[in-house]
């Protein structure tokens, strides 16, 4: 039967899973796996896995219970190896990657911050800030058919949006990084200019938060920033 993979550990952290059970209907049993130097916490694979509420809270529920006790390497839900042997030989090849990985992220967690501004105060912005296109709103008010003119004012007006998006994004990231020992920038989303992940010590949980914070209030309504968090590590493994 195929694995189920959830975490990957040392293999002397603690393997407290009384109480807890894995995914699939019936719950799977957990186990673990592993080397002299680290461990898998699998279970068996359902052979109709779904990411039903169930299974993703059970998935969720293991990561909190080995992060608590020590550096985890958590596993997106799903991850699914031929069976047992593959995982431990996984785990003997990748040896020494895993380890350094699992020393990065000792005491440490994830905070994702998704930051948006309003559509309408960037767009007068952009129009206060430029004759050019000033000057291209007025002759296609006052003259529809100037479809040339419409086309390079859209232009304009899209270039200038992906430029200040850019730079406020660098600026949110650099003025945040301080408090985290790295970050990871993802793809924007299509109502948010920034989408990045920090990875942060878990004593500077509540600081790192506090300058969130203190960032939105510096910027005003007119931009949200969301931050999720704490979560496991996955941007950083």
Do not use: W
């Given at each position: 039967m195929?694995?189920?993979?959830?975490?990957?550990?040392?293999?002397?952290?603690?393997q407290?899973?009384?109480?807890?059970?894995?995914?699939?209907?019936?719950?799977?049993?957990?186990?673990?796996?592993?080397?002299?130097?680290?461990?898998?916490?699998?279970?068996?694979?359902?052979?109709?896995?779904?990411?039903?509420?169930?299974?993703?809270?059970?998935?969720?529920?293991?990561?909190?219970?080995?992060m608590?006790?020590?550096?985890?390497?958590?596993?997106?839900?799903?991850?699914?190896?031929?069976?047992?042997?593959?995982?431990?030989?996984?785990?003997?090849?990748?040896?020494?990657?895993?380890?350094?990985?699992l020393?990065?992220?000792?005491?440490?967690?994830?905070?994702?911050?998704?930051?948006?501004?309003?559509?309408?105060?960037?767009?007068?912005?952009?129009?206060?800030?430029?004759?050019?296109?000033?000057?291209?709103?007025?002759?296609?008010?006052?003259?529809?058919?100037?479809?040339?003119?419409?086309?390079?004012?859209?232009?304009l007006?899209?270039?200038?949006?992906?430029?200040?998006?850019?730079?406020?994004?660098?600026?949110?990231?650099?003025?945040?990084?301080?408090?985290a020992?790295?970050?990871?920038?993802?793809?924007?989303?299509?109502?948010?200019?920034?989408?990045?992940?920090?990875?942060?010590?878990?004593?500077?949980?509540?600081?790192?938060?506090?300058?969130?914070?203190?960032?939105?209030?510096?910027?005003?309504?007119?931009?949200?920033?969301n931050?999720?968090?704490?979560l496991?590590?996955?941007?950083f493994?």
């Amino acid at each position: 039967m195929s694995t189920y993979i959830y975490a990957i550990t040392s293999a002397e952290h603690p393997q407290n899973l009384q109480g807890l059970s894995g995914v699939g209907e019936p719950a799977g049993t957990l186990r673990t796996v592993g080397t002299k130097s680290l461990s898998a916490v699998v279970s068996d694979a359902p052979e109709d896995l779904r990411a039903k509420r169930r299974d993703l809270a059970a998935h969720q529920a293991v990561l909190e219970q080995l992060m608590a006790d020590g550096a985890t390497l958590p596993m997106r839900f799903g991850l699914v190896g031929p069976d047992d042997g593959s995982v431990e030989s996984v785990l003997e090849e990748n040896k020494d990657a895993y380890a350094e990985r699992l020393a990065e992220l000792n005491g440490c967690v994830e905070y994702n911050l998704k930051a948006a501004r309003e559509e309408d105060d960037l767009l007068r912005e952009i129009v206060a800030g430029s004759a050019e296109i000033q000057r291209l709103r007025e002759v296609s008010r006052e003259h529809p058919e100037a479809q040339e003119e419409k086309v390079r004012l859209g232009e304009l007006v899209s270039n200038e949006v992906q430029a200040r998006h850019e730079a406020e994004a660098r600026d949110l990231v650099e003025r945040l990084s301080g408090g985290a020992q790295r970050h990871s920038v993802a793809e924007p989303t299509q109502s948010h200019f920034l989408n990045v992940s920090f990875l942060v010590r878990r004593e500077d949980s509540a600081a790192f938060a506090q300058s969130v914070h203190e960032e939105a209030e510096r910027r005003g309504d007119v931009y949200s920033l969301n931050l999720h968090g704490p979560l496991p590590p996955y941007s950083f493994v």
